[in-house]
């Protein structure tokens, strides 16, 4: 069985268990306050370009979201995302449960638009009621995005200045940030993140990283007692050095772009296998996460030996899926999923040419 379903079914990058095993017996200060941590910051910034950037390492995506969050809304605001954003829909409630509410805009695709917030803030401030409703003063985003696509930078410099406009910060979830970076298309790098999000954080836990991201906060007074609202919401790991090692692991020669651009090329042999079977797909993805539309006996075949997950199921009877790979995908495995995918798609008549090309007449 090759496993699809997520970017997180193996352990840790070889390189990342080497340099923990070397550090193993060192007597450290704990909480993110040893010479690791500070070089990874120190590594994280110069790849930013931006040298005075704050950087904290967290244990996990959702204590990341929960924290930021958490600690720049006042009890009466409100977080900004699509309707398919993390936070709203894979998260178990983890931001309501800060007191804080998740307003959903409606999005096919899984990004928002400037204008779209824009729309939204002006119709709660026109609201003669509005102290009744909570206030949207946070935009939260994704890059890559919960359907694997990409914001370009000219999409983020409209939310930039929206916010500037509106004076709300703008919140960018890098959970899967690697696969973003290493996309065909992307112009989008660190150091633009830096420059046109408040705060954003690189994603160790999916990309390659035993686990921990890395929460980046690029204005100064969102900073302020963030240590604090990290303990609090329980982000803050005890042996941080396991974070600091991971980090300055990734971040030196160049080792977490590498990860990401490895997964987003299987991907696309991926994809590209799926096309030729002639299938659909539910969104076209230049990441690490594709999203064919299988009917239902192409599905139950597939499904014997390989883990995908199952998306959504579609008015004709076909179910969108989502097969996702990960800094370790093997090409042996996308080998096996090729082949099986052109025998099965042929088997039970998907449009695809035949195994064997008859000769012209």
Not at 19 to 26: D, G, I, P, S, V
Not at 69 to 90: D, F, N, R
Not at 219 to 238: C, P, S, V, W
């Amino acid at each position: 069985m090759h496993r699809f379903e997520c970017d997180y079914t193996e352990g840790a990058h070889p390189k990342i268990l080497d340099a923990l095993l070397k550090t193993n017996k060192e007597q450290l200060p704990g909480y993110g306050e040893d010479e690791y941590c500070d070089t990874a910051r120190k590594i994280i910034c110069l790849a930013c370009g931006k040298e005075n950037m704050n950087v904290h390492f967290l244990v996990g995506g959702t204590q990341a979201n929960a924290t930021v969050i958490g600690s720049i809304l006042k009890p009466h605001q409100a977080v900004v995302c699509a309707e398919q954003g993390h936070i709203a829909c894979h998260e178990t409630g983890a931001i309501e449960a800060t007191g804080h509410k998740v307003i959903t805009l409606p999005s096919e695709d899984g990004k928002i638009t400037a204008q779209e917030v824009r729309a939204l803030i002006d119709e709660h401030f026109s609201d003669p009621t509005r102290e009744h409703c909570p206030q949207p003063a946070m935009v939260y985003i994704s890059h890559p995005t919960e359907t694997g696509l990409i914001y370009t930078k000219q999409e983020l410099k409209e939310l930039r200045s929206l916010c500037d406009e509106k004076q709300i910060p703008l919140f960018l979830d890098g959970a899967r940030l690697g696969y973003a970076l290493g996309a065909e298309g992307n112009d989008v790098y660190m150091a633009d993140l830096a420059e046109l999000c408040d705060v954003f954080y690189i994603g160790g836990t999916k990309v390659g990283a035993m686990f921990g991201e890395a929460v980046c906060i690029c204005r100064e007074t969102l900073n302020r007692d963030f240590r604090y609202h990290i303990k609090q919401h329980g982000g803050m790991l005890a042996k941080g050095r396991f974070l600091g090692i991971q980090f300055e692991t990734l971040f030196r020669d160049g080792l977490y772009l590498e990860l990401g651009r490895n997964a987003v090329f299987q991907a696309m042999r991926i994809k590209e296998a799926f096309q030729n079977a002639g299938c659909d797909f539910l969104f076209d993805s230049p990441t690490n996460q594709q999203f064919p539309i299988l009917s239902a006996p192409v599905l139950s075949e597939l499904s014997k030996f390989y883990s995908f997950a199952r998306w959504m199921e579609l008015p004709d009877g076909r179910t969108a899926v989502r097969f996702a790979t990960s800094w370790a995908t093997s090409k042996e495995a996308v080998d096996s999923l090729i082949y099986d995918v052109k025998i099965i798609c042929n088997l039970y008549g998907e449009k695809i040419p035949p195994l064997f090309t008859e000769p012209s007449k």
